[in-house]
């Protein structure tokens, strides 16, 4: 069982700049690909980023790609999501999530998802 608990979330204005960290406890990050999506009131969740385990292939939303940045520290056992250039189409709740899969944008393909942290951008 992995557990992940998100944080950095809050209320920034248009333009300016967040970073999201997903801590885990329970086991290693290193055995799992890592994910971060969002969602919106009444709208389903949706891909925002991925990274492999050890950290060197990423994938983006076209949405986001030029703007976000996902990285890891496996021996702190994080993940984390800077995001620059916010827009107020960025609010949504950020989740982190876990696969034992490769690197998905799919959210089914991951095992084990966070509580999810608010983001708001003010226009």
């Known amino acids: 069982q992995v557990q992940l608990v998100e944080s950095g979330g809050g209320l920034v204005q248009a333009g300016g700049s967040l970073r999201l960290s997903c801590a885990a406890s329970g086991r290693t990050i290193s055995s799992y690909a890592m994910g971060w999506f969002r969602q919106e009131p009444g709208k389903e969740r949706e891909f925002v980023a991925a990274i492999n385990r050890s950290g060197s292939y990423t994938e983006y939303a076209d949405s986001v790609k030029g703007r976000f940045t996902i990285s890891r520290d496996n021996a702190k056992n994080t993940v984390y999501l800077q995001m620059n250039s916010l827009k107020a189409e960025d609010t949504a709740v950020y989740y982190c999530?876990?696969?034992?899969?490769?690197?998905?944008?799919?959210?089914?393909?991951?095992?084990?998802w966070g509580q999810g942290t608010q983001v708001t951008v003010s226009s």
């Open positions: 999530a876990a696969t034992r899969s490769f690197v998905s944008s799919t959210d089914y393909r991951y095992d084990y």
